[in-house]
């Protein structure tokens, strides 16, 4: 029981790791679409 304890805490700090990395990506995503739109219309 306890060995399953320590994977899904090691599961879960991967989970949020990898969920810090992907916001990061969509939010530099969103800049970049962003700036593409903003440069169309001018």
């Given amino acids: 029981m306890q060995s399953l ?3 899904y805490a ?3 700090l ?3 790791l990898n ?3 992907f916001l ?3 939010a530099i995503s ?3 679409l962003s ?3 903003i440069a169309s219309i001018l």
């Fill in 5 to 7: 304890q320590q994977s």
């Fill in 10 to 12: 090691g599961l879960d």
């Fill in 14 to 16: 991967l989970v949020r």
């Fill in 19 to 21: 969920a810090d990395r």
């Fill in 24 to 26: 990061f990506v969509g």
């Fill in 30 to 32: 969103a800049a970049i």
């Fill in 35 to 37: 700036g593409i739109w």
